[in-house]
């Protein structure tokens, strides 16, 4: 089984071409910087991991995913070889993207990068709304009023 799963920063904003297929297809090259678990003394706090989406997911990439958000990625291991011009084999192992998600609210985001929705600046640390897009726990219900 190969399968990816992956949460991380863009650590820049991904760069999009288009095949010269009829019709064009979108590939969006993005790289992630997901944190380790674990560090040890003297090694990075996060790894680079490339990414690629093709077609529909790579469009999406391409309207939706900024530097610096924090998306969720699914998808499967790639590895490739070649021999570079100057006859040396190269090697690069890339993240071939099936789903891509949002994974912190926009405005979280836009707090967080220091601008409001409307472009104005915003304080780099906003107050996160108290609903959070949950909807409030009715208190007076008791357990043995839930149908599980």
Not at 37 to 56: Q, T
Not at 62 to 88: A, H, I, N, P
Request: charge should be negative; glycine fraction near 8%; include cysteine.
């Amino acid at each position: 089984m190969n399968k990816v799963i992956l949460m991380g920063r863009l650590a820049r904003d991904p760069e999009v071409r288009y095949s010269q297929g009829n019709p064009p297809v979108a590939v969006a090259r993005f790289s992630l910087a997901v944190n380790r678990r674990f560090k040890r003394e003297g090694e990075p706090d996060a790894d680079f991991i490339n990414c690629v989406a093709f077609g529909k997911s790579g469009e999406f990439v391409e309207r939706y995913f900024k530097k610096g958000q924090m998306v969720s990625v699914v998808g499967r291991l790639q590895v490739r070889s070649w021999d570079d011009k100057d006859g040396t084999k190269r090697w690069s192992t890339d993240v071939i993207v099936e789903e891509n998600y949002f994974a912190e609210s926009k405005t979280s985001f836009e707090g967080r990068e220091g601008k409001a929705a409307n472009g104005a600046n915003a304080p780099a640390h906003s107050k996160p709304s108290t609903d959070e897009g949950f909807y409030p726990i009715d208190e007076s219900l008791d357990d043995d009023d839930l149908p599980f």
